[in-house]
């Protein structure tokens, strides 16, 4: 189902410090959603950024005016904001998501304290790659979803059959290369990315009025 006039904005999130193998899972699915729908789309990586950890000091909750860390993280508020719907991907590091990904969404605190309804009803998918068959995507995944919960976002998954909780890639360490290879992997993000951008087309529908 695609609603004709109804103009995503989609943004890709790679959590990986590489531009490998994540980096070219969420472009992969970026330009799926280009093909098949009606997108805008805007892209952030974590590689070569500053990227504070949250060192809960409670500036955002005493201010109300966002983090006291001046890093690259303003870049990705704008767009977290801008968007409609949101891909994170990650690589899985010790059985679960990347500490890069980990500090974006702790970093999150600083504008949803400033406004606790700026990223409600927002519609959130989530991948992750591993040199492993199974190593820690599905846990990863999970961290993910929590995040969009608790920021009162609409986690969404590919469904059942293949895409339980979202686009999960076996890389087999080769980078690009092993995503490209994966077709599983590869039909778990198409999976994915189809009802992430349905849901938030009708979200956004819903919003409208139905107009």
């Avoid at 290879?181 to 409208?208: C, F, H, P």
């Amino acid at each position: 189902m695609n609603i004709p006039g109804n103009v995503i904005k989609l943004l890709g999130i790679s959590g990986s410090p590489r531009k490998k193998a994540t980096d070219h899972m969420v472009r992969a699915a970026l330009e799926f959603a280009e093909e098949k729908y009606d997108v805008e789309t805007e892209y952030f990586s974590a590689k070569g950024k500053d990227l504070k950890f949250c060192i809960h000091c409670d500036h955002c909750i005493r201010t109300k005016q966002g983090c006291i860390h001046k890093d690259d993280m303003l870049e990705l508020y704008d767009k977290m904001q801008w968007a409609d719907a949101w891909i994170i991907g990650t690589p899985v590091y010790q059985g679960t998501l990347s500490g890069q990904t980990k500090v974006m969404m702790d970093r999150c605190r600083a504008v949803v304290a400033r406004d606790p309804k700026v990223f409600m009803n927002k519609v959130g998918a989530g991948m992750a790659d591993g040199g492993d068959r199974i190593g820690g995507q599905e846990p990863a995944l999970q961290t993910i979803h929590n995040f969009y919960i608790i920021n009162e976002m609409l986690p969404v998954s590919g469904g059942s059959f293949g895409s339980n909780l979202g686009g999960t890639f076996w890389s087999q360490d080769k980078g690009a290369e092993g995503v490209d290879a994966d077709e599983e992997g590869l039909r778990s993000m198409r999976k994915t990315v189809r009802k992430l951008i349905q849901t938030a087309q009708m979200v956004k529908n819903a919003s409208m009025g139905g107009k």
